[in-house]
T-cell receptor
């Protein structure tokens, strides 16, 4: 158990819909990272938050957005869903803003299926 | 950021030692080398990290030659449960860094 909690574990929805994925980082971790993993793309970095502020953006679509709340949990919002958005979405947390010698702790992921 | 290159896949048998080599020719002086393991439908898990020479823990060993242009993750006496994808990352110290995982090496352990 990494200490990172993601909900829901599985989600099935239709194209055009909007979903919200939630992540609770390890106790005390200030950094939250979101990754998308699909069969053909590998593990892709989406966005990072540190103590409530956006710190880095990766290949995140404009239809996707995220935020980190004062209690440090984070939500990833995916809207106007397309079939290609079907993937595993992972949240990870770390104690520091950037990984120097620290490690990244991943949740078990949220599997999104868009029909 | 240093680019890493590792084999796409490897096959082994139970009880054998497995060595996965990662090439990182343009590694910087302050870069550390980190390996993660990912089982199907699970998030990656930190295995080991090192800067130079050899690091060993209860899971694996990491060998880093003097020039640090490559590193080798060694898994002793693998079992079926070691079937996973293994990622090599090079992490600079200082400032912000976003872990980039690439495709990793898919290790399949056969009975």
């Amino acid at each position: 158990d990494s200490g990172v909690t993601q909900t829901p574990k599985h989600l099935i929805t239709a194209t055009g819909q909007r979903v919200t994925l939630r992540c609770s980082p390890r106790s005390g971790d200030l950094s939250v990272y979101w990754y998308q993993q699909s069969l053909d793309q590998g593990l892709q970095f989406l966005i990072q938050y540190y103590n409530g502020e956006e710190r880095a953006k990766g290949n995140i679509l404009e239809r996707f957005s995220a935020q980190q709340f004062p209690d440090l949990h984070s939500e990833l919002n995916l809207s106007s869903l397309e079939l290609g958005d079907s993937a595993l979405y992972f949240c990870a947390s770390s104690a520091v803003q950037g990984l120097n010698t620290g490690e990244l702790f991943f949740g078990e992921g949220s599997r999104l299926t868009v029909l | 950021l240093a680019k890493t290159t590792q084999p796409i896949s490897m096959d082994s048998y139970e009880g054998q030692e497995v060595n996965i080599t990662c090439s990182h020719n343009n590694i910087a002086t302050n870069d550390y080398i980190t390996w993660y393991q990912q089982f199907p439908s699970q998030g990656p898990r930190f295995i080991i990290q090192g800067y130079k020479t050899k690091v060993t823990n209860e899971v694996a060993s990491l060998f880093i030659p003097a020039d640090r242009k490559s590193s080798t993750l060694s898994l002793p006496r693998v079992s079926l449960s070691d079937t996973a994808v293994y990622y090599c990352l090079v992490a600079p110290s200082g400032g912000s860094y976003i872990p980039t995982f690439g495709r990793g090496t898919s290790l399949i352990v056969h009975p």
